[in-house]
């Protein structure tokens, strides 16, 4: 299958600060890409997807300003989680599409912010 | 609203047994469809696809769809304690650039 890759892995972050998060598409080209937020035991839930070239599509609730993402590449999508808080604490999953509709996940990222 | 509905479990089954997941989506146009596993901790990995009604084998892992009845299932045979996790259904439904949508997943418990 394809490869998608995260980093940081886990990142710790006092209040206030901004993380970025990369995500690459090792092997392929992805023109989309899409951002995945879960807390512990709860489902997965799509924040926004990512175009290559263009702005991003967010969900409904999912602030635009304090999720940046860039797509600048075709193998590389950006979140930045601007002035972190607490609650933002999160596991954040990136997924690419390749030929068609198979979505293939990178690693995730744990947020803690303290 | 296109939804993908799963029993959340926890589904316990013993070591040996077959598992058996299943999943409805309600949009009758959906044309593809996924099944993932996802480990405590860690990111969903795809396990199966399939697109056309009837079963789909890959060793122990069998998928079956029924287009019809708007159905997708996941056996598991000889299940094993390693293949506890929450298996999350999606299904496709426009081609192009959108997001699969996901159930909310079901949890295996396989019982050594």
């Known amino acids: 299958g394809a490869v998608v890759s995260q980093h940081p892995s886990w990142v710790i972050c006092k209040s206030g600060t901004s993380v970025k998060i990369e995500c690459r598409s090792l092997d392929f080209q992805a023109t989309t890409m899409f951002w995945y937020r879960q807390f512990p035991k709860q489902s997965l839930m799509l924040m926004a997807t990512?175009?290559?070239?263009?702005?991003?599509?967010?969900e409904q609730g999912v602030e635009k300003d304090k999720f940046l993402i860039n797509h600048a590449s075709l193998t590389l999508s950006t979140l930045t989680v601007t002035s972190a808080h607490p609650e933002d604490s999160s596991f954040y999953i990136c997924?690419?599409?390749?030929?068609?509709?198979?979505?293939?996940f990178g690693p995730g990222t744990r947020l803690t912010v303290l | 609203q296109k939804e993908v509905e799963q029993n959340s479990g926890p589904l316990s089954v013993p070591e040996g047994a077959i598992a058996s997941l299943n999943c409805t989506y309600s949009d009758r146009v959906s044309q593809s469809f996924f099944w993932y596993r996802q480990y405590s901790g860690k990111s969903p990995e795809l396990i199966m696809s399939i697109y056309s009604n009837g079963d789909k084998e890959d060793g122990r892992f069998t998928a079956q769809l029924n287009k019809a009845s708007q159905y997708v299932s996941l056996l598991i045979r000889d299940s094993q304690p390693s293949d506890s996790a929450t298996y999350l259904c999606a299904v496709n439904t426009y081609s192009g650039n959108t997001p699969l949508v996901f159930g909310k997943g079901t949890r295996l418990s396989v019982i050594a």
């Open positions: 997924s690419a599409r390749v030929s068609g509709d198979t979505q293939y």
């Open positions: 990512s175009n290559e070239g263009s702005k991003a599509t967010y």
